[in-house]
């Protein structure tokens, strides 16, 4: 695996590299991770990973400065998967002045569910992931789905801005006790990972509801947040939503996903599930 930690290098780089697959990440990889990378060699012939901590999708007082930075470890997990190039560059590198010019989602989009709660975020979301899509010239690009409100407005920029690549969403990846696999899972005490897969069992009740054909969404969505809150959490949301665009559905729209985002602790988690 080649690592390059300047934009040249990587231009260089990806002159000869075919049909590339580009994965963005902010490194302390797990195995979610991992199987992005796996995924995306059956959509290239080379795979170019990314580690980059981006401040600029961080609000003041969050993790940006603690965010696990595990650069070695990371480099060996991604050599064993055979991908072929690595850009990891520094912040100077990435933003060699201030970044002005900025990607900014229509607030129907980015100020909902964890743009209510982290405003700015997906603004910068999107401009690291337009510089890196400009770096790297990727054919295809691939971000997990755990990520949900990420991948839509990934997904809605690159067919806005008529990008010549196709954005590619991966299964969210689990533990065995149905916990969804995040670099933030390590913030957790030992008590509160045992507690953490209460998230995803409440998001299955609330999924299973709705095929069996419950339609009083508002009361779902309400339940699950009492039934949270009980159990020691501080819920920011949990909302049942249209899969195409987070917006609010009909009582006939078809094709949901049911999302939360909660604090177990001092740990924020988030996750979905597709009805």
């Not at 902010?26 to 080379?46: C, K, V």
């Not at 201030?98 to 229509?106: A, D, K, L, R, W």
């Not at 999302?259 to 996750?271: E, F, H, Q, V, Y």
Request: charged content about 20%; overall charge negative; proline content about 5%.
């Amino acid at each position: 695996m080649r690592i390059h930690d300047t934009i040249a290098g990587l231009r260089a780089a990806r002159g000869s590299a075919g049909r590339v697959a580009l994965v963005p990440t902010m490194g302390n990889l797990h195995e979610g991770h991992i199987a992005l990378m796996t995924q995306a060699r059956s959509h290239a012939d080379q795979v170019i990973a990314t580690i980059f901590v981006n401040r600029l999708q961080f609000r003041p007082g969050e993790d940006f400065e603690t965010y696990p930075r595990t650069f070695q470890a990371d480099c060996e997990k991604l050599a064993a998967a055979g991908v072929e190039h690595l850009f990891a560059p520094t912040e100077a590198e990435m933003y060699p002045q201030p970044q002005t010019y900025q990607i900014e989602p229509p607030p129907e989009q980015a100020g909902i569910l964890d743009g209510e709660f982290r405003p700015g975020h997906f603004r910068g979301v999107a401009t690291v992931v337009m510089k890196l899509f400009q770096i790297a010239q990727p054919d295809v690009a691939l971000f997990g789905k755990k990520d949900y409100q990420q991948l839509m407005v990934i997904r809605n920029m690159a067919r806005e801005f008529n990008l010549p690549l196709e954005i590619v969403g991966g299964e969210t990846v689990r533990a065995a006790d149905g916990l969804a696999l995040s670099s933030r899972n390590g913030y957790l005490s030992a008590a509160e990972r045992t507690q953490a897969p209460n998230l995803y069992r409440i998001l299955c009740n609330v999924a299973e509801a709705v095929r069996g054909g419950s339609r009083d969404l508002a009361k779902l969505e309400k339940d699950a947040v009492l039934e949270l809150q009980a159990s020691g959490w501080i819920p920011d949301y949990v909302a049942l939503r249209k899969k195409v665009d987070l917006q609010l559905p009909s009582a006939h729209d078809s094709g949901l996903v049911v999302l939360a985002a909660a604090r177990l602790g001092s740990t924020r988690l988030i996750d979905n599930l597709e009805v």
